[in-house]
């Protein structure tokens, strides 16, 4: 069987491009097992029409994966797919298709879907598709029979993440994603010479409840790979390609203090010159895990802080509190770390006081990057489930649009749409063009040619109008500061 895997057109503009992980593990497993396996990435390639119908023609099963911003971008797909050729067997896997199974099958002609962690469940579905058998034993699956949407149980977690294959990187033109992702962040690394990077993940799941956080498709209990498994990507990655950058993708990555510690040693040992960059969580983290991470290359750090006022930390159970915040900026920067902090503005039940305390936490904490982002509620979230409740939103999930500066969701009580926006234009103005930011990404001819990139992968006029508007507005809040 040939198998064509797609990643569908993101609805963002960014000159930093990264590895599909999700489907270059399932391509992995795939090939592991036998199979004819290619991808397209639509993000990177800008794919004529004519050739993706020779590639749709050419494939027995096109998987596509997606994330709840791609819902518009995957139906169309879907219907594309199958005008080219009825008979394709179409299965849907990632974020997207794990949230909204049933729906999905009601609105498009995908044959099958595939919940959460899939490396398991792809094996055993290709293997019953091939032999024309019953699909009632299959975990972690949902499909139509007869008219009628079925959901068969979940699939037990995967145990030991280092069975599994590392990704299929070759499957892809993979220059064209070993970029300098540090630049974007504005942290220089000069010891390495020129800089190349990747994105990798040591670890599934996260123990902590956050409201706004999806977590169907790792679940909550956190497995790891060990630190020699890490290291043997790493070392492989350095090899084949002349990686030397990596951006670890994990929700918690710093949840083991040991495997950390371990890791770190592991690099020096090797002396293996490499520089990195995690999530933290400040709940988590000590001066001696600080300082052992920064000697093992690690320069930069994002927190997850959310806001600047205890009551809404404690309403969307994030387990932290400002003091620790203020503590673990202070000791990564003192370890010479560069640190990220994230932010949400508009989280339920928040005024124009709690979001106006949130900006001046940040102003306090003298962050080297920041991300605000407008707070929206997804589908498969406690908050999601909450703003339904509240009556603030209708539950129709395909109205939710990209993660932006617009607002697709108020769950205020005291905000107009128009005062969230006015919100993240503040911020953006503020924490992004006014800082340092405005005059690295307009001024740097690297991070130009980049997006020139972005341009080249464009398929649709609408997509091309939409970033000239949004290229507008950018130059406007730079130009007009006032």
């Excluded at 091309?464 to 949004?470: G, M, R, T």
Aim: contains cysteine; glycine residues 8%; charged residues 25%.
């Amino acid at each position: 069987m040939n198998i064509l895997l797609l990643n569908p057109k993101l609805k963002t503009w960014s000159p930093n491009f990264y590895v599909p992980l999700g489907l270059t593990y399932i391509a992995a497993v795939l090939e592991q097992a036998g199979y004819q396996v290619e991808i397209i990435d639509l993000n990177m390639q800008k794919v004529k029409d004519i050739i993706f119908r020779e590639k749709v023609n050419g494939a027995d099963v096109v998987g596509i994966t997606g994330m709840i911003t791609e819902y518009s971008e995957i139906v169309r797909l879907v219907s594309s797919i199958k005008k080219i050729q009825p008979e394709t067997t179409i299965i849907l896997g990632g974020p997207l298709a794990t949230t909204l199974p049933l729906e999905l099958l009601q609105v498009t002609q995908t044959d099958f879907i595939v919940l959460g962690e899939g490396e398991k469940t792809i094996i055993n579905l290709l293997s019953t598709i091939k032999n024309k058998n019953g699909y009632e034993n299959i975990k972690g699956i949902a499909y139509r029979k007869n008219g009628v949407f079925i959901l068969n149980d979940a699939v037990e977690p995967i145990e030991d993440l280092d069975t599994i294959p590392f990704p299929a990187r070759h499957l892809l033109d993979i220059e064209r994603y070993l970029g300098n992702q540090f630049q974007s962040f504005g942290i220089d690394v000069k010891e390495l010479g020129r800089v190349k990077c990747t994105n990798m993940v040591s670890s599934r799941g996260c123990p902590y409840n956050c409201t706004f956080c999806f977590k169907d498709m790792w679940g909550n209990r956190w497995r790891a790979r060990s630190p020699q498994n890490m290291i043997e990507e790493i070392e492989e990655l350095h090899n084949d390609y002349g990686v030397n950058g990596f951006f670890f993708n994990d929700d918690t990555f710093v949840l083991d203090k040991q495997r950390v510690f371990d890791f770190c040693n592991l690099i020096r040992e090797k002396e293996i010159k490499i520089a990195w960059y995690c999530n933290g969580r400040v709940n988590l983290m000590t001066r001696e895990l600080l300082t052992a991470m920064y000697d093992a290359g690690c320069l930069g750090i994002a927190y997850g802080i959310e806001s600047g006022n205890q009551k809404i930390l404690d309403s969307i159970k994030k387990q932290i509190n400002l003091d620790q915040v203020r503590k673990v900026v202070k000791w990564t920067k003192e370890a010479g770390i560069h640190v990220t902090g994230y932010f949400m503005l508009g989280i339920l039940g928040e005024t124009r006081a709690t979001i106006r305390e949130t900006i001046d936490f940040a102003r306090e904490l003298d962050l080297d990057f920041h991300g605000f982002s407008l707070t929206t509620p997804i589908p498969g979230t406690e908050l999601y489930d909450s703003s339904i409740g509240a009556g603030l939103i209708s539950g129709n999930s395909t109205a939710l649009g990209e993660w932006s500066q617009h607002a697709n969701a108020n769950l205020t009580s005291d905000c107009s749409d128009s005062d969230l926006t006015a919100f993240a234009s503040k911020v953006f103005k503020e924490f992004y063009l006014q800082k340092r930011y405005g005059k690295y990404y307009y001024l740097n001819p690297t991070l130009w040619k980049e997006e020139l990139k972005v341009l080249s992968s464009l398929r649709h006029t609408d997509q091309a109008k939409e970033l000239f508007n949004k290229s507008i507005s950018l130059l406007r809040s730079y130009w007009h500061r006032g």
